[in-house]
Each structure stands twice: as structure tokens, then as C-alpha cells.
């Protein structure tokens, strides 16, 4: 069974930085694209980058420039990096296998990153 463990998550202020951990067993992370979502109070879960199996990364317009998707494959893990913090950053943010607007596995906790102005 797949299982997604999101860390890193913090208050911070705008135009601060944060890096996103997400931890995945239960899949052969290897060959699977990787992609982190975003949902804010009172909208839908909305699809922030993802990275394929071989490094290629695709981000939403909103955070190109600021944030960057990486990968470990030999930890089995996938960051995100979010530089210049925008208050409409703020949401619950969640990593899921696969790299289309609906993730493949049962959805992790996420972890909340609030940026105040």
C-alpha cells in the first residue's frame, strides 16, 4: 500500500522560503512521476509541479520562478522548494504519484504553509 508522509510545512512571512519533504513507500518510486498539490480554504485541490521518474518538472504558472520539484529516488523522497512566498501561497500542501490533476494514491496528511503579508 502506497503511503505519502509530507513534512516542512511552517508560518512564514511573505517573501520568506520553505522546503517540502514528502516521504513515499509502498511503490517503485523510481519509475513513477512525483507532483506536490496545493488546496486553500474554500478551493480545489490544484496541481503546484510535478517531476517525472527521469527529472523532468512541470510547474503551474503561479510559482514559476519561485518554486522548484526535486526528486531522491535512492531516499524515495520529493521536495519542494518555495522562494518568494506569496500570502495566496497559503494552503495545505500534499505530494502524490503521478503528474495529472488527480494523484493516483490515497492522499497523505499535507502539511500547512501559511505566508503572512
Known amino acids: 500500500q502506497v503511503q505519502l508522509v509530507e513534512s516542512g510545512g511552517a508560518l512564514v512571512q511573505a517573501g520568506g522560503s520553505l522546503r517540502l519533504s514528502c516521504a513515499a513507500s509502498?511503490?517503485?518510486?523510481?519509475?513513477?512521476?512525483m507532483s506536490w498539490y496545493r488546496q486553500a480554504p474554500g478551493k480545489q485541490r490544484e496541481l503546484v509541479a510535478s517531476?517525472?521518474?527521469?527529472?523532468?518538472?512541470n510547474y503551474v504558472d503561479s510559482v514559476k520562478g519561485r518554486f522548484t520539484i526535486s526528486r531522491d529516488n535512492a531516499k524515495k523522497m520529493v521536495y519542494l522548494q518555495m522562494n518568494s512566498l506569496k500570502p495566496e501561497d497559503t494552503a495545505t500542501y500534499y505530494c502524490?504519484?503521478?503528474?495529472?490533476?488527480?494523484?493516483?494514491?490515497?492522499w497523505g496528511q499535507g502539511t500547512q504553509v501559511t505566508v503572512s503579508s
Open positions: 502524490n504519484v503521478g503528474s495529472g490533476p488527480v494523484g493516483l494514491a490515497k
Open positions: 517531476i517525472t521518474y527521469s527529472g523532468g518538472t
Open positions: 509502498g511503490i517503485i518510486f523510481s519509475i513513477n512521476a
